[in-house]
């Protein structure tokens, strides 16, 4: 019993974790009306600036957290500013595919730069797990889940509430119509994309946190991306919800019925989910109902 | 192509693929070039142009789905690899003749797709480009977890060599002429499925899919069908693939190649069978160019190793998709049919 309670809270935490860099996407959409199919390679980068600024200038960490962040959000703005830009206003299938070239391409560059050699990182959040009765908690899930729904509430809050968090909402509806309402699309877009940038190096500081770093890390990109669609495309709150319950549901399959089957159906399960919702309720569970039906 | 001042009087006229002689003259030249060609250039090149037969079948697969019916598709990888596995599971298990394994092959990916394509029915956008990722991950997790008598599992399948009359296609050149002909009637049938009814639906559903509710087409089926034509393109082209390389395994069909069919469809133009063939001819030589010159790169700069080649495909080809989407949406076709009609309407403006 010990142990399914634990299980369930630690596949709670990574789905947090999930929900986090799933709030890149949600961020971009959000501001954007952009899908972000690069989100995982920003992981990556950001994990690769962090491992620049800590284990190769020899930072500390007190200097290289901020300075991780702000060079992340300048990647995120270079990107808008070379290729995104330029498709304000273009079809869907015009966005979606430079994002997909966006994937490969930063995957390649990543690659060409720093080459398929596994790195070591540094350890952000204490190593020694949290021990609650014989329960095991890892400190970096646990810090990183608090992370992410103090994130998710400011951000929540600022997209909501004040006036320039609404502006952005409007981009999200319509390109044209918010352009001509006065809204600054270009800017809007350049927000989402260095905020996006920046959640997605949080992640990768959580995710990697004194484990090794290699390029095959922004699979956990497409692991969030069922996170992004359960909760819906435009609420932040909701993938806080949709985190937990996609991670418990990993969580569980991975150590109950996996065993039994003698495969990883565990990893698989988040498409699974991702495949039901699309067929079930392509909105997700708090998104807008904006989706035309055929 | 006709001069200025004739248009077409029928429907039959209208729906001509070829037109006029130089054409004909041209297509044979054309086809008589290809088959002579394993007489004419090294065996290095025969390699490269196998390749590039069966990318076109899969790439005009995915020009029927992408191209004309509007239907985001990042899983045709995954169906290549559907029809891969069912011909090489045919033809090591049961013996089968490549004669029945190939046809059999697109059938299976085609049923793969319209399960996929029959999401299509309630979502549309990049919600459906979503669908079909989720399918690249469950043909990944269907191959590596199922119990590896009947996939492989992680080892892959070792294919036997195709075989017609005691006549072993194993070479190149014995290839080449295989490849050579399911190529020419995959093309020449998709060629006939755009001027057809399905061709026209999938047109409309593509330029308006409520204006063509309207007008009594079943926007549903017709996007499902864009599914299963595909696929069914891919399979064959799989199978093809199968038969090629002798043996399949699922790292040949990730999403990063899904991502590189749809690069070709984009450099070609979507909309073209035309396109998609020249998109398939452009990407492979690039291919081949970084192939050659990579590994002398990779000397100079040591520590990436073997994988400059794919690092450098995905840096190219995601460069040119998003140059293309940025400054030529529509492909190099459009401009080749924009000089096309400025030629035939000259010297009037329009």
Known sequence: MVYFINDIITGALIGLLYSLVAMGFVVIYRASKVFNFAQGELVIIGGFIVWFTTMQAGLSLWLSIPLSLVLAGLVGYAIERIFLTKLIGESVFSMVMVTVGLLILLRGLVLLVFGPAVRPFPIIFPLKPLFLGDMLIPMNLLMGGIITIVAAVGLSWFFNRTRSGLRMTAVAEDHVVASSMGISVKGSIAFAWVLGAILSTIGAMIFLSGKSLTFLASDIGFAALPVALFAGLESIGGLILAGIIIGIAQSLTTNYLDPLIGGSLGSVVPYIIMLAILLIRPTGLFGWRTIERV | ?350
């Not at chain 2, 010159?293 to 990436?304: D, M, R």
């Open chain 2, 1 to 350: 192509m006709d001069p200025s001042g004739i248009f077409p009087t029928s429907y039959r006229s209208d729906r001509r693929i070829i037109r006029t002689r130089w054409q004909v003259l041209a297509l044979v030249l054309f086809m008589a070039l290809l088959l002579l060609a394993p007489y004419l250039v090294s065996g290095r090149i025969i390699a490269i142009l196998n390749m590039m037969m069966i990318s076109a079948v899969i790439a005009v697969g995915l020009q029927i789905c992408t191209g004309y019916a509007g239907q985001i598709n990042l899983g045709q990888a995954a169906f290549m690899g559907v029809g891969a596995y069912t011909a090489s599971i045919l033809a090591s298990k049961t013996g089968l003749t490549f004669l029945l394994t190939i046809p059999l092959a697109g059938l299976s990916a085609a049923l793969f797709g319209f399960l996929f394509g029959l999401t299509a029915a309630r979502i549309k956008g990049f919600y459906l480009a979503l669908t079909t990722i989720a399918a690249q991950f469950l043909f990944h997790f269907a191959v590596l977890n199922l119990p590896s008598t009947w996939m492989g599992g992680s080892n892959g399948i070792t294919v036997p060599p195709a075989e017609l009359f005691g006549l072993r296609f194993v070479g190149e050149t014995a290839q080449f002429y295989m490849n050579f002909a399911v190529t020419a009637i995959m093309v020449a049938g998709a060629f006939g499925i755009v001027r057809s009814r399905f061709g026209r639906a999938f047109v409309a559903v593509r330029d308006d899919d409520v204006a063509a509710g309207i007008m009594g087409i079943n926007v549903a089926a017709t996007k499902a069908n864009a599914f299963l034509i595909g696929a069914f393109y891919a399979g064959v082209g799989g199978a093809l693939w199968a038969y090629l390389i002798r043996f399949v395994g699922v790292d040949q069909f990730t999403l990063f190649h899904s991502i590189f069919f749809v690069a070709m469809i984009i450099v070609g133009g979507m909309g073209s069978i035309v396109g998609a063939l020249v998109g398939v001819f452009i990407i492979r030589i690039i291919q081949e160019i970084i192939a050659t010159v990579g590994p002398n790169i990779a000397e100079s700069v040591s520590f990436l190793g073997g994988d400059i080649v794919f690092a450098g495909m995905n840096v190219v080809l995601g460069g040119v998709i998003a140059l293309f989407m940025i400054l030529e949406p529509k492909g190099l076709m459009h401009r080749w049919n924009i000089m096309k009609s400025s030629y035939r309407i000259w010297p009037f403006p329009y």
